[in-house]
């Protein structure tokens, strides 16, 4: 099983769910799960499944004109899916801070710690947007 986590910028406004109705068709029909991180600005994203299909994955990705300055954070070879059936994070209508972030940590709960740490720290900064003193 290969896992591929990578973040990307947002090209304007997008809008999230019709990425995830494309998604998740595409995903069942390719062996694709992970974790998809949307906040309107930037995507943070884990896609687990064969390596072909994953790599065949990224590449639609990177090809779409929603998505800029694409980054790998990183690439690894999994003994079981970390993230189980696709999931999505994303801001709920006024959903507070803090339960988006609890909500992702019991997403990413089962992923290896460095995997957890990045989708926690990447949520962290969005809780907190002060910039460091």
Do not use: C
Request: aromatic share 6%; net charge neutral.
């Amino acid at each position: 099983m290969h896992q591929l986590v990578y973040i990307s910028s947002a090209v304007g406004s997008v809008a999230i769910l019709p990425i995830v109705a494309v998604s998740r068709v595409n995903n069942l029909r390719d062996g694709i799960t992970g974790l998809l991180y949307a906040d309107g600005v930037r995507f943070l994203q884990a896609l687990e499944g064969e390596a072909a299909m994953v790599e065949r994955t990224y590449q639609r990705i990177a090809r779409d004109e929603r998505h800029r300055a694409l980054v790998v954070l990183s690439q690894r070879e999994v003994a079981t899916r970390e993230f189980g059936p696709w999931s999505m994070a994303e801001r709920r209508g006024d959903e507070a801070n803090d339960m988006l972030f609890d909500r992702i940590g019991t997403l990413v709960a089962g992923a290896s710690p460095s995997v957890r740490a990045t989708f926690d720290h990447f949520a962290k900064i969005q809780r907190d947007p002060r910039p460091p003193q």
